[in-house]
Nanobody
Framework: QVQLVESGGGLVQTGGSLRLSCAAS????????MGWYRQAPGNQRDLVAT???????TYADSVKGRFTISRDNAKNTVYLQMNSLKPEDTAVYYC?????????????WGQGTQVTVSS
């Protein structure tokens, strides 16, 4: 089992910055990939960024150049640095962890943290 706890959300003005944190209950060295997703009201949950155990990263086109995902293995924590925030970034942000099991991938989710960008 993996418990994920997000923090760092809040209200920020357009152009501002926030850093989200996701603390895992076990060593993230044992987790194949971690990432951030977001869901705005009435929308589906969309991928924002991912980082693999090897450090490889991917980003949604809408956040490239503005958001950076990183990991601190010693703290079992993954971060999402969000700069140049826009109102369309407003959403609940969820941390995700994927562990490859013998039978396939298993996903774990945090409870979510609200990010609101005012215009």
């Amino acid at each position: 089992q993996v418990q994920l706890v997000e923090s760092g959300g809040g209200l920020v003005q357009t152009g501002g910055s926030l850093r989200l944190s996701c603390a895992a209950s076990r060593s993230i060295n044992s987790i194949n990939a971690m990432g951030w997703y977001r869901q705005a009201p009435g929308n589906q949950r969309d991928l924002v960024a991912t980082i693999t155990s090897g450090g490889g990263t991917t980003y949604a086109d809408s956040v490239k150049g503005r958001f950076t995902i990183s990991r601190d293995n010693a703290k079992n924590t993954v971060y999402l640095q969000m700069n140049s925030l826009k109102p369309e970034d407003t959403a609940v942000y969820y941390c995700n962890a994927v562990r490859m099991m013998a039978w396939g991938p298993r996903n774990y989710w945090g409870q979510g943290t609200q990010v609101t960008v005012s215009s």
